[in-house]
């Protein structure tokens, strides 16, 4: 067992590992003087750390963790404790206000403009619907040819490009592209839209037919005077012009006149004054009378097409009767 002695000379306490025999001396590890053991121990119970026993190390057992590794320190080994590492604490960072205000700000922009996006296709208005505006308000047929989008289809474009060759709608358009733009109606036009009807809507009623034409960039609408034959009127404020007949397209006194300076339409000269002044403002005054309208959904989705044709029966128009079985 291990004692602590004093040395009477310079007061040094050094330690013994063993407890020493009686009358053993010893010599100071620090002054050199030499001392009995026994005479100088230092009791304990001393205020002095150094002095108090040591405590009984207990025997292992099972289940106990394995014994903590030693160091020596000034040549007296020490135990040391094992090292836990530490827990940082986790830090809850805190969002900017700006930056969640941008947030929802960019959220609200983008849903807006989803939004925005699908009513403007949902409700924009369609080539063909402008076109018809213009055609005799007691139409009851109406076709049209998207040439923009048949283009897209080369071996489609050149089977129905011969189909139209001698048609009425043909000849004007290259008549009209060749004079007022100086190019191919093939590279000119890219809308086409025919409708007829009859005064009254009655079998026997004046027969009214028009064709519009839609260019594919702007022209100017007083190139019109280029057209063979153009001779200039006006009428509701709006310039419009008679020409040389085109036999294919068979329009008596045949009238042209450009409401916009990306359309232009060709029309009876012998239809009621009345109905080519609506038309040379849109039907304006009376657009519910129009064929679009009153195609109701069935012309708006059909006239979103490549090529397209419907007839309102009713009128002067009687529905076919199906044959008997």
């Known amino acids: 067992m291990a004692v602590v002695i004093r040395c009477p000379e310079c007061q040094a306490k050094f330690r013994l590992r063993e407890e020493p025999e009686s009358d053993t001396e010893v010599e100071c590890p620090k ?31 099972d289940g106990d963790d394995p014994p ?12 040391t404790k094992p090292k836990v590492p530490k827990k940082r604490k986790t830090k809850k960072r805190k969002t900017s206000p700006i930056v969640l205000v941008g947030i929802i700000v960019g959220a609200l922009m983008t849903i807006g403009t989803v939004a925005g996006v ?12 402008e076109m018809m505006n213009y055609l005799p308000e007691e139409c009851d047929e109406a076709f049209g040819i998207n040439i923009g989008h048949l283009a897209k289809y080369p071996e489609f474009y050149k089977s129905c490009e011969s189909n139209f060759a001698n048609k009425g709608f043909k000849i004007a358009a290259e008549v009209f592209s060749k004079s007022v733009i100086g190019e191919e109606a093939k590279d000119a036009i890219d809308n086409i839209v025919q409708g007829s009807g009859r005064v009254g809507g009655t079998a026997g009623g004046q027969l009214l037919e028009a064709t519009v034409l839609r260019t594919k960039a702007e022209f100017d609408a007083s190139l019109l005077s280029k057209l063979p034959g153009a001779t200039e009127y006006t009428a509701q404020g709006v310039k419009y012009y008679t020409i040389s007949d085109i036999p ?30 609506a038309m040379l403002k849109g039907n304006v005054d009376n657009r519910d009378g129009t064929i679009y309208v009153r195609g109701g959904s069935m012309c708006k989705q059909l006239s979103r097409g490549t090529v397209w044709k419907f007839v309102l029966f009713g009128g002067n128009i009687a529905r076919p009767v199906a044959p008997a079985p």
């Open 248 to 277: 294919e397209l068979d329009y008596p006194g045949l009238r042209v006149f450009a409401p916009t300076n990306r359309l232009v339409v060709f029309t009876r000269g012998d239809m009621p004054e009345k109905t080519f002044n």
């Open 68 to 79: 903590r590794k030693k160091r020596k320190s000034g040549g007296v080994a020490t135990a």
């Open 31 to 61: 002054c050199e003087h030499v001392l009995l053991a026994d005479e100088n121990r230092v009791l304990a119970g001393s205020d002095d750390d150094e002095d108090r026993p040591r405590k009984r190390r207990r025997e292992p057992e």
């Open 118 to 129: 699908f009513i403007w296709f949902f409700t924009k208005k369609s080539a063909a619907q």
